[in-house]
């Protein structure tokens, strides 16, 4: 993850987690991701509403932690043009950002 927050190349390139095993070239499916984390959860003992939209919005939220809260930084690595997307997605405050920028231009 630090690497993703840092720039490095895996930001710049097409890298995937898990690789299909019918074609090493692409990621595994959505549905394939789904079972295989709820196959986990199960294994684990969790009881909890699994999705794996939920799961994006995880990660996010822990880039966002983990760059001391830098929107761009997040935005980048979730593949955002448009940081609202990033905002709606970490469940950013928007009055709190809104105050911040104006405090920074006085």
């Known amino acids: 993850m630090r690497e993703y927050i840092d720039g490095t190349q895996y930001a710049q390139q097409q890298t995937y987690l898990f690789y299909s095993s019918k074609d090493w070239t692409r990621p595994i499916s ?5 079972r295989i984390s ?3 959860f ?3 003992g969790m009881e909890c509403k699994l ?3 939920s ?3 995880t990660f996010a939220w822990m880039i966002w932690e983990g760059s001391m809260n830098n929107l761009a930084v997040t935005s980048s690595v979730m593949g955002y043009n448009n940081v609202n997307s990033t905002m709606s997605y970490i469940d950013v405050d928007r ?3 809104t105050s911040l920028l104006k405090a920074l231009e006085s």
């Open 55 to 57: 799961m994006r919005k």
């Open 42 to 44: 199960n294994l684990c």
């Open 51 to 53: 999705a794996t939209h």
């Open 38 to 40: 709820k196959d986990a």
């Open 30 to 34: 959505r549905i394939q991701t789904y």
């Open 95 to 97: 009055e709190a950002v």
